[in-house]
């Protein structure tokens, strides 16, 4: 079935960069998106990446994928305070369907 | 651009009571809404496909009969609790694609508080 794992926290010094990892099931997967909740907010797509694609990058944020280990990894460069979230990883199969959650990492970024 | 609103943001409801939440989608046509629901601090699950016209997708485990959906037209889904109880307690989400575009767009989410 479909599974979408990622570790549950990770704690980073401001200005280093953070990378959280993320590993899914479904290999039918063609969206591959990370989202970014802050407490007691709603959901903001950082950014996302198709299954064809090996790397993305915006900003400070890269997103690489491991398509044959099924595995996405999203790096932040520099962290800031202001990144502190929980960081959702998730999937679809098309960009209309259903997505998939993993459980999220909770950054917490130290002084 | 695209939004998706909820309401309400924030609903305190006796046991035994039902409780709507209203997901609009403000300035395009949705025939699918999806409702996800999320403990705190724990990931969304989803619960139920919303298709405008006619029945809505449930995902296993949650109960048809508890969590009335209707897609009333092309920019309002409702999600009704029915005989809320205190396990009822989470933030729902709706979500609705928009078409031609890669991007769900979510709304700001309701937390329900069952008393």
């Known amino acids: 079935g479909e599974d979408v794992e990622q570790s549950l926290f990770l704690s980073v010094r401001e200005g280093d960069s953070s990378v959280i990892n993320c590993t899914y099931t479904?290999?039918?997967?063609?969206?591959l998106y990370w989202y970014k909740q802050e407490p007691g907010a709603g959901l903001q797509l950082l950014t996302y990446?198709?299954?064809?694609?090996d790397m993305k990058q915006d900003q400070r944020l890269t997103v690489l994928l491991n398509k044959k280990d099924k595995h996405l990894s999203l790096r932040i460069a520099d962290t800031q305070t202001g990144d502190s979230a929980i960081y959702f990883c998730?999937?679809?199969?098309?960009?209309?369907?259903?997505?998939?959650f993993g459980k999220g990492t909770r950054l917490h970024i130290l002084p | 651009g695209a939004v998706v609103s909820q309401h309400p943001s924030r609903v305190i409801c006796k046991s035994g009571t039902s409780v709507k939440i209203e997901c609009r989608s403000l300035?395009?046509?949705?025939?699918?809404m999806f409702w996800y629901r999320q403990f705190p601090k724990k990931s969304l699950m989803l619960m139920a496909t919303?298709?405008?016209?006619?029945?809505?997708?449930?995902e296993q485990g949650v109960e048809k009969d508890k969590f009335l959906i209707n897609h009333a037209s092309l920019t309002l889904s409702t999600l009704t609790v029915t005989s809320a109880h205190p396990e009822d307690s989470s933030f729902y989400i709706c979500?609705?694609?928009?078409?031609?575009?890669?991007?769900?767009?979510f709304g700001p989410g309701t937390r329900l508080t069952v008393t």
């Open positions: 979500s609705a694609p928009r078409g031609g575009n890669y991007e769900q767009y």
């Open positions: 479904d290999s039918s997967s063609t969206y």
């Open positions: 990446i198709f299954s064809n694609m």
């Open positions: 998730a999937e679809s199969i098309n960009r209309d369907d259903k997505i998939i």
């Open positions: 300035d395009f046509q949705a025939t699918t």
């Open positions: 919303s298709n405008e016209g006619s029945k809505a997708t449930y």
